[in-house]
């Protein structure tokens, strides 16, 4: 069993500390509202991620059959999503880190949704769960800790990247400077999306 947790682990990590749509938004969100702000999104994500590991596990038969109908609407969903936060985090006006308002920061509801319709986060959860759970003799037990491992994982992972946001806050003091970062952010997001639709 200690074998099979340590392989969910290390699975669950990689997962978690790819880059992709999650993460560069707990990295923006970090560097332009701080550490404490990111830190609910990220918990908001990694709560989300931990329920679709679950519920995908649990309904893996039931999926089956519609998995192809479920990720293009997801695709889709996820790929507008994306361009409006991408948008969002491009335009966004100049001020100093230190007034910059909150009310616009991403929140844990909206690292959950994106997390909910984040493809990668579903195709690391089922691969996960074909390959640690599905022929384990107690499924059950294997699911939970599975899930256990992967929420774990999540907040390591996607809290990472709020720290590397943190760490780059002071450097954003100048409005060039801050508008370059957030280009870079938005451009890393449609990259992301492009990589959902390869």
């Known amino acids: 069993m200690e074998q099979l947790w340590v392989a969910m682990f290390t699975f669950a990590m990689i997962g978690a500390l790819s880059p992709g749509p999650v993460n560069i938004v707990a990295t923006s969100t970090s560097a332009n509202y701080g550490l404490k702000v990111a830190l609910r999104y990220v918990v908001g994500a990694s709560i989300a991620y931990a329920t679709i590991v679950f519920c995908s596990g649990s309904l893996l038969r ?75 003799p107690s499924s059950s037990i294997a699911l939970l800790l599975f899930t256990l491992i992967s929420l774990a994982a999540c907040l390591v992972g996607v809290a990472s990247w709020a720290f590397l946001g943190q760490a780059i806050r002071k450097a954003l003091q100048s409005e060039v400077k801050q508008t370059m970062f957030n280009w870079g952010m938005a451009g890393l997001l449609v990259v992301s999306i492009v990589s959902i639709w390869a």
Do not use: E
């Open 62 to 136: 039931l999926l089956a059959s519609g998995i192809p109908n479920i990720a293009w609407l997801m695709k889709i969903v996820g790929t507008l999503f994306l361009l409006y936060l991408a948008k969002q985090i491009a335009f966004a006006p100049y001020q100093s880190i230190d007034a910059i308002s909150q009310d616009k920061a991403p929140n844990a509801w909206q690292g959950a949704f994106l997390q909910c319709i984040n493809p990668k986060a579903w195709l690391v959860a089922m691969s996960g769960i074909s390959l640690y759970v599905v022929d384990q």
